[in-house]
């Protein structure tokens, strides 16, 4: 039986902990409960917003349309060899938690995504990435139900055009599909992805022969602390911005007048450019603005100091973007969902 709940405050459900209400709320538990709500209630049509953890989302409103919460939970190993293990885990089950747990069994694969706020189910969306890793690399697929016509379908790989934080999720079916369930394919036999410089750095030769998947997750764990404001002590999305891709004759230009740009060269000639440099040489970090800001030891991630409006974090972001155009002639776009 679904519970729907009308005004249903959203300050506990979003990262950025920000007052909201949303028109109507409901628990989704499982798979009945999605059916029921889709061909009994009909809310096709309506606004909708399928929230995991709400670590990649800014209200700035009230939403005026259906809150659907992912709270499928279930972790099942499909299949199991030598070398691999299937495993499946439900859409709402906390994303660091499996991480911690196909750790503890010794599988390698997801250790360096470890401690990334949010769900299972809302991984694949954005296709989440962090220390030289993107989930897609060990996704097998996932199975989602169409909120139109209650149809559940496999997306492989393939199906879901993932790309820099980036799915067909996000793009093209953009609204037409909730989640359900996520496989991974994950190693039995060591498989330390170690090229992001300071988790290199963190293991000396020796250590690398014999590292756990468990050393790597700790390392992460570590780093992560030390640098990414803990969203229960201060209100955050993580990276508010995602990091520019330019063409290589553009980037030129820049270098010239920006000796020190960092960049990351792109397999089909393009070059990523970190966003939180270019905010950071343009005076933001740290700078308190009302009841927002930008954090002090990362200029990507803007932060709620103090009960702020979600309209406030949004003009500050606006204010960024509009000083990054007019500097360095960037467009950064938010990686960010604000509504
Ligand atoms: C401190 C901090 C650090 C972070 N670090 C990283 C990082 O290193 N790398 C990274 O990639 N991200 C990072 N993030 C962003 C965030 O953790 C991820 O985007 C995460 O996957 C969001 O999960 P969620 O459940 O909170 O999604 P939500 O914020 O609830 O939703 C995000 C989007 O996914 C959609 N969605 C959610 N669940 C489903 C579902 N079941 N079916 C269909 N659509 C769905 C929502 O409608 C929305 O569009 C960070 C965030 C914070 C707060």
Not at 72 to 91: K, M
Not at 206 to 220: E, F, H, M, R
């Amino acid at each position: 039986m679904l519970n729907i709940i009308e005004h249903q405050d959203l300050t506990l459900f979003n990262t950025f902990g920000i007052k909201a209400k949303a028109q109507k709320f409901v628990s989704i538990n499982s798979v009945l409960d999605i059916k029921e709500l889709i061909l009994k209630e009909k809310i096709f049509g309506n606004k909708i917003l399928i929230l995991g953890g709400g670590s990649n989302v800014l209200f700035t409103q009230d939403f005026d349309g259906w809150v659907l919460h992912n709270e499928i939970s279930g972790t099942d190993i499909l299949e199991e060899n030598d070398d691999f293990v299937l495993i499946q885990a439900g859409g709402g089950e906390n994303w660091s938690d499996f991480v911690d747990y196909t750790v503890a069994h010794n599988l390698w694969g997801l250790e360096n995504l470890s401690l990334i706020p949010g769900t299972v189910g809302a991984a694949p969306v954005q296709n989440i990435g962090a220390y030289g890793i993107e989930q897609k690399e060990h996704f097998t697929n996932l199975e989602a139900i169409n909120l139109k016509t209650g149809e559940i379908i496999s997306f492989t790989n393939n199906n879901c055009l993932f790309g820099y934080r980036s799915s067909i999720f996000k793009t093209t079916e953009k609204g037409n599909w909730f989640i359900l369930n996520v496989t991974y394919r994950l190693n039995k036999k060591s498989h330390p992805v170690l090229n992001y410089a300071p988790l290199k750095a963190a293991f000396t030769e020796v250590d690398q022969k014999n590292i756990k998947a468990s050393d790597i997750s700790q390392k992460v764990k570590d780093i992560r602390n030390s640098k990414l404001p803990d969203p229960k002590v201060l209100g955050n999305a993580g990276s508010f911005f995602k990091n520019p891709v330019i063409s290589q004759e553009q980037f030129k230009l820049l270098q010239g007048e920006f000796p020190e740009i960092p960049s990351y060269p792109q397999e089909n000639g393009t070059v990523k450019v970190p966003a939180g440099w270019l905010i950071e040489q343009s005076g933001w970090k740290g700078k308190k603005y009302g009841n927002t800001g930008v954090h002090d030891k990362q200029a990507l991630v803007l932060v709620n100091h103090d009960n702020a409006k979600g309209s406030e974090v949004k003009k500050l972001a606006l204010q960024i973007q509009s000083d990054i155009k007019n500097r360095f002639n960037i467009t950064i776009e938010p990686e960010v969902l604000m509504l």
